[in-house]
């Protein structure tokens, strides 16, 4: 009978073994989780970032071309922003960012929204030659508004 007992091995793994394993699951789940908005923040600051810097890009250019003419608008949204003075300039930003035009410097950020105001800068004091573009950056549970000048 003792011959018997010691050559019976149970077959499989113990309860310990998948406790671990189920801890060690939950941690990486853990960790991926946190992640994730982290990344998503990230994305949605380099987009508007990026679009800051195409409609900068195309008002430089617009002036440029108009031999130092003032822009009178920037329009757009869904895909494409216009430079609006003496010659035109059409160019592609991100199909989720919105141009809305301001007439004071704005003091709240909507995502994805970048707020325009030609003729001034980024202190609101008037410059015809200057347009002051104010964008969201997220930050860890808050958003704050930036500002370019171009």
Not at 5 to 27: C, D, H, P, R
Not at 110 to 120: D, E, F, L, Y
Request: hydrophobic share 40%.
């Amino acid at each position: 009978m003792l011959s018997k007992l010691k050559k019976t091995q149970s077959e499989g793994f113990t309860i310990i073994e998948v406790m671990i394993v189920l801890a060690i699951a939950a941690l990486i789940l853990l960790i991926v989780l946190l992640a994730v908005p982290a990344l998503q923040r990230n994305s949605r600051n380099t987009t508007i970032k990026n679009d800051v810097g195409v409609i900068a890009g195309l008002v430089n250019t617009a002036v440029s071309n108009s031999d130092g003419a003032p822009v009178t608008a920037v329009t757009g949204g869904g895909g494409t922003v216009n430079v609006t003075d003496s010659t035109p300039e059409t160019g592609k930003i991100s199909g989720g960012t919105t141009i809305t035009p301001v007439t004071a410097v704005p003091t709240s950020a909507t995502n994805s929204t970048i707020n325009v105001w030609t003729g001034h800068d980024c202190t609101g004091a008037a410059n015809t030659r200057v347009v002051a573009l104010w964008y969201p950056v997220e930050n860890s549970g808050t958003t704050v508004l930036k500002c370019q000048q171009a």
